[in-house]
C-alpha cells in the first residue's frame, strides 16, 4: 500500500500560491544541501557558521523577505512562514538565526527607524552581508520587559546606554544591535553598532538546547551614542511587542517543520525497525502513536495556514498569534518526545534528528514568549481582564 506524508494526508497544500510554493521548494533545497549533512555535527560541536548561512539565506531573498524595500524580498507572510518551516525541519537554530535577523532586528528598523537607518542597515542585511541582533531580555527580565534595568540617558545631543541583555541570539557575531532601554520619557529603542566602544558581547556556552545558534549576552558599559541612532517611530514598550509578534508568527510554522521532520523519521524508522518478526509499524499501537501525531500536525499546520493569510490580508492580531505558538510548539514538543519513544534507544543518537529537535523545542517553547504567557494573552482577550499583575 503506499504511503502518504504526513502533511499530504489532507491535501492542504491546494490554497497555496505557486510563489509560495516555489520558495518553499526553494528553502527545502537549500536545507538539504547545506544544513542537513553537516547540522548534527554544529550541533555537537556548539556552533554554527552564522556569516556563511546569512550570506547564503540572503541570495535566496530570506533575510527579511517578508518587508518591502531596501533589498528585501517582499514575499507573502505566508512564503515566510513555509520558509520557517523548512528552515525549522533543518534545526531551530538555522530558524533562529532568520527570524532574529529579519522579524526582529530587520522588521524594528522598518517599521520604526529613520531613513537613514534604513539606508544604512536594511540593504546589507538583507544580503546578509550584516547581522543584526534584537536586545531586549535582560538577565532579571524575561517575561517581564516592562521591568527592564538597561536605562538611556542624554549627555548632552548624546545617550548614554548602561545595562545589559542575555540570551540573546546572533549577539557574538552581530554588526548592528537593536537595543530596547528605559527613559525618562519611557521605554525606546536605539540602533547600536556592536563595535562601538563599551559595548561587549560574551558567547553563552555549554547550552543543551539550540546548539547550533550563536547565542550571547551584551554589556552596556556607558554606550555614548548620537541621537541619530535613536528609533525615531519607537516609543512605549508597544514598539519592541509589535517585533515579538513578528518573530512568533515565524515561530508558529517553524514548530512545524521540527515536527515534521521527527514524525517522517519516526515513520521511516517505524517501517524499517522489526521486532518480533515484522516491522513496529505494522503493530497497532505504534499506529495509534502515528495517527495522533498526524492529527495534531495537520490541525497546526492548518492554523498557521489561516494565521498567514490573516496576515496577508492584514488582519492578524497580536492574540491570533499567541494561539497559534502556544499550540503548535506545545503540540511540536509533544510529537518529538512521542516519537523518540518509538525510535527507542535510537531516539538518543545524534544519527537521528528527534532528540535534537526535543532539545530545541525546549528553547522554543519557553522564547518569545512562554506558554504561560500566551494562555495569558488569550485568558485576557476571552475575559476582558488581565490576570498579568
Known amino acids: 500500500m503506499d504511503r502518504v506524508a504526513p502533511l499530504e494526508l489532507l491535501d492542504l497544500d491546494g490554497p497555496l500560491a505557486a510563489e509560495d510554493r516555489d520558495m518553499r521548494a526553494v528553502v527545502r533545497k537549500m536545507v538539504d544541501d547545506r544544513v542537513r549533512p553537516h547540522i548534527a555535527g554544529w550541533y555537537e560541536e556548539g ?17 527579511g523577505m517578508h518587508l518591502q524595500g531596501y533589498g528585501c524580498a517582499g514575499a507573502s507572510a505566508t512564503a515566510y512562514g513555509l520558509a520557517c518551516l523548512e528552515l525549522e525541519a533543518g534545526d531551530s537554530g538555522v530558524r533562529s538565526l532568520v527570524s532574529v535577523q529579519g522579524s526582529l532586528a530587520m522588521f524594528a528598523i522598518h517599521r520604526f527607524g529613520s531613513e537613514e537607518q534604513k539606508q544604512r542597515w536594511l540593504p546589507p542585511m538583507a544580503a546578509g552581508e550584516a547581522i543584526g541582533c534584537f536586545g531586549l531580555t535582560e538577565p532579571d527580565h524575561g517575561s517581564d520587559p516592562a521591568g527592564m534595568a538597561t536605562r538611556a540617558r542624554r549627555d548632552g545631543g548624546d545617550w548614554v546606554l548602561t545595562g545589559g541583555k542575555m540570551w540573546i541570539t546572533n549577539a557574538p557575531v552581530a554588526d548592528v544591535g537593536v537595543i530596547w532601554a528605559r527613559t525618562d520619557e519611557g521605554v525606546r529603542g536605539f540602533a547600536v553598532p556592536m563595535d562601538t566602544p563599551g ?35 519607537a516609543e512605549g514598550l508597544k514598539a519592541p511587542l509589535s517585533c515579538l509578534t513578528e518573530a512568533r508568527f515565524g515561530i508558529v510554522w517553524g514548530a512545524l517543520g521540527a515536527a515534521r521532520e521527527c514524525l517522517e523519521t519516526a515513520i521511516d524508522y ?3 525497525r522489526e521486532q518480533f518478526g515484522r516491522p513496529i509499524a505494522g503493530f497497532q499501537l505504534t499506529q495509534a502513536k502515528l495517527a495522533d ?4 500536525l495537520q490541525k497546526g499546520y492548518l492554523l498557521a495556514l489561516h494565521l498567514g493569510a490573516l496576515a496577508d490580508a492584514g488582519r492578524l492580531r497580536p492574540e491570533q498569534v499567541s494561539v497559534g505558538k502556544l499550540n ?16 527507542g534507544a535510537n531516539g538518543i543518537s545524534a544519527e537521528y534528528p528527534v532528540m535534537r529537535h526535543a532539545n530545541n523545542l525546549e528553547s522554543v517553547l519557553t522564547y518569545e514568549g512562554t506558554s504561560e504567557v500566551h494562555q495569558l494573552v488569550v485568558g485576557q482577550k476571552l475575559t476582558g481582564l488581565s490576570a498579568f499583575v
Open 47 to 63: 556552533r554554527v557558521p552564522v556569516r556563511e548561512l546569512a550570506a547564503e539565506f540572503g541570495k535566496l531573498g530570506l533575510l
Open 199 to 233: 559595548v561587549t558581547a560574551r558567547e553563552i556556552r555549554h547550552k543543551m538546547s539550540l546548539r547550533a545558534s550563536s547565542t550571547g549576552e551584551i554589556v552596556l558599559d556607558d554606550v555614548r551614542l548620537p541621537d541619530a541612532a535613536r528609533l525615531p517611530g
Open 270 to 272: 517505524a517501517c524499517n
Open 293 to 296: 501525531m498526524a492529527l495534531e
Open 328 to 343: 503548535n510548539v506545545r503540540e511540536a514538543i509533544a510529537i518529538a518526545r512521542q516519537c523518540r519513544t518509538i525510535l
